[in-house]
């Protein structure tokens, strides 16, 4: 297929950066503006419990440290920052993008970049129903972070593209405006990424459903809270959130926490009923492509567009939490890096048959 030829590719060419990024994004937006396929909670929930078995790595985790390239790779942080920065100025999306592919590359199979993988047969994460939202920004920017990096003759081939993954959402939340903090490196990638193995939240899920997942990952509810803050500087597409906004005919009704009228009156403008598949809308209608705690004042005010985000708000047992970021964003802030490091760590890899640095972050070596 045309887009694993442009996906793979793209990290083996260092030159042409404007030209290979607008072939990279056109074909994963073939890929991803399919609606999100729904997925039934209880099979969901089964799989999960299978896959968090295996996120549980104490051992391996320990191996993490902020100063683990200080004699491979002296420069990494640099040539990290400098690569994202440009990857920002060509895109007002790329830093979400890349913050989100983070969280579902920790969230399946570990911090192990798989979600990076494209397989030759078509099974992979991010062609996963689960990863059809991920935006094409994302995975550009870890490539083109990974091939400043291997330009550097000390570093080249010696940086997992799972710690540059790591290391370019930090950049994208502090190049926004957040907090700076120190990330744990030391992490290798994996060599499996496979469609079944996606399990996330859905746009539709209550706190329940939301507790029951990051619990799974050994996350609180302030860290769910504090992650899902991170939608501060994201966007979505209307096929995530048009339901919000109209009802269907012969569709089951289903609960949907309340929405700001003139709100709801101003999306139905951006999501017309025969809205395009590429129209998207920002999550913080507050301060958008702002990293602050704007996201947790949209809620407040009933404007947030998805339903599991709204539901923060709505319901009681979380509410408190809402309100707090909200008003006092360094609580935010130092909930939302302490978050990062949690999730930052599950299901960390070692040097095995399992992991190795990839010399190409789209396939094994």
Same mark, same amino acid.
């Given at each position: 297929?045309?887009? %694993?030829?442009?996906?793979?590719?793209?990290?083996?060419?260092?030159?042409?950066? !404007?030209?290979?990024?607008?072939?990279?994004?056109?074909? $994963?937006?073939?890929?991803?503006?399919?609606?999100?396929?729904?997925?039934?909670?209880?099979?969901?929930?089964?799989?999960?419990?299978?896959?968090?078995?295996? *996120?549980?790595?104490?051992?391996?985790?320990?191996?993490?440290?902020?100063?683990? &390239?200080?004699?491979? @790779?002296?420069?990494?942080?640099?040539?990290?920052?400098?690569?994202?920065?440009?990857?920002?100025? /060509?895109?007002?999306?790329?830093?979400?993008?890349?913050?989100?592919?983070?969280?579902?590359?920790?969230?399946?199979?570990?911090?192990? !970049?798989?979600?990076? $993988?494209?397989? +030759?047969?078509?099974?992979?994460?991010?062609?996963?129903?689960?990863?059809?939202?991920?935006?094409?920004? #994302?995975?550009?920017?870890?490539?083109?972070?990974?091939? !400043?990096?291997?330009?550097?003759?000390?570093?080249?081939?010696?940086?997992?593209?799972?710690? $540059?993954?790591?290391?370019?959402?930090?950049?994208?939340?502090?190049?926004?405006?957040?907090?700076?903090? /120190?990330?744990?490196?030391?992490? &290798?990638?994996?060599?499996?990424?496979? =469609?079944?193995?996606?399990?996330?939240?859905?746009?539709?899920?209550?706190?329940?459903?939301?507790?029951?997942?990051?619990?799974?990952?050994?996350?609180?509810?302030?860290?769910? $809270?504090? *992650?899902?803050?991170?939608?501060?500087?994201?966007?979505?597409?209307?096929?995530?959130?048009?339901?919000?906004? &109209?009802?269907?005919?012969?569709?089951?009704?289903?609960?949907?926490?309340?929405?700001?009228?003139?709100?709801?009156?101003?999306?139905?403008?951006? @999501?017309?009923?025969? &809205?395009?598949?590429?129209?998207? !809308?920002?999550?913080?209608?507050?301060?958008?492509?702002?990293?602050?705690?704007?996201?947790?004042?949209? *809620?407040?005010?009933?404007?947030?567009?998805?339903? +599991?985000?709204?539901?923060?708000?709505?319901?009681?047992?979380?509410?408190?939490?809402?309100?707090?970021?909200?008003?006092? /964003?360094?609580?935010?802030?130092?909930?939302?890096?302490?978050?990062?490091?949690?999730? #930052?760590?599950?299901?960390?890899?070692?040097?095995?048959?399992?992991?190795?640095?990839? %010399?190409?972050?789209? =396939?094994?070596?």
């Amino acid at each position: 297929k045309p887009v %694993r030829h442009e996906l793979a590719g793209a990290a083996s060419h260092t030159s042409g950066r !404007a030209r290979k990024g607008n072939s990279l994004r056109e074909a $994963i937006e073939r890929e991803t503006d399919r609606p999100m396929a729904k997925l039934g909670w209880l099979a969901s929930l089964a799989a999960a419990v299978v896959v968090v078995v295996t *996120l549980r790595s104490p051992l391996a985790a320990a191996q993490l440290r902020p100063g683990y &390239y200080a004699s491979i @790779c002296p420069n990494l942080e640099t040539i990290v920052r400098n690569s994202v920065r440009q990857s920002m100025a /060509q895109s007002q999306i790329s830093a979400g993008a890349t913050l989100r592919l983070f969280f579902h590359d920790c969230a399946v199979r570990g911090c192990d !970049a798989s979600i990076m $993988i494209v397989n +030759s047969n078509g099974d992979d994460e991010w062609r996963s129903p689960d990863d059809q939202s991920l935006k094409p920004q #994302g995975f550009q920017t870890v490539l083109d972070a990974k091939a !400043a990096v291997d330009k550097d003759p000390q570093c080249r081939y010696k940086v997992s593209c799972a710690d $540059i993954l790591a290391l370019a959402a930090r950049e994208s939340v502090v190049q926004s405006g957040g907090p700076n903090y /120190q990330v744990e490196l030391g992490r &290798y990638d994996g060599k499996v990424s496979t =469609k079944s193995s996606v399990v996330l939240p859905h746009v539709d899920f209550n706190l329940d459903k939301l507790n029951a997942f990051f619990s799974g990952l050994g996350l609180s509810q302030t860290d769910m $809270i504090a *992650l899902s803050g991170g939608h501060t500087i994201g966007v979505t597409h209307c096929d995530k959130f048009v339901r919000r906004l &109209y009802t269907f005919k012969g569709a089951r009704p289903q609960y949907s926490p309340p929405m700001n009228l003139a709100f709801l009156r101003q999306m139905r403008g951006t @999501c017309p009923l025969n &809205y395009s598949p590429t129209t998207v !809308a920002m999550l913080d209608a507050v301060t958008p492509n702002k990293f602050d705690n704007g996201y947790y004042q949209t *809620l407040q005010q009933q404007k947030g567009l998805l339903s +599991s985000d709204q539901v923060l708000f709505a319901d009681r047992r979380s509410r408190a939490t809402v309100n707090h970021f909200a008003a006092n /964003q360094t609580a935010f802030f130092d909930a939302f890096v302490a978050a990062m490091a949690k999730l #930052g760590r599950i299901g960390v890899k070692t040097a095995g048959s399992d992991a190795e640095i990839r %010399r190409v972050c789209t =396939k094994v070596n």
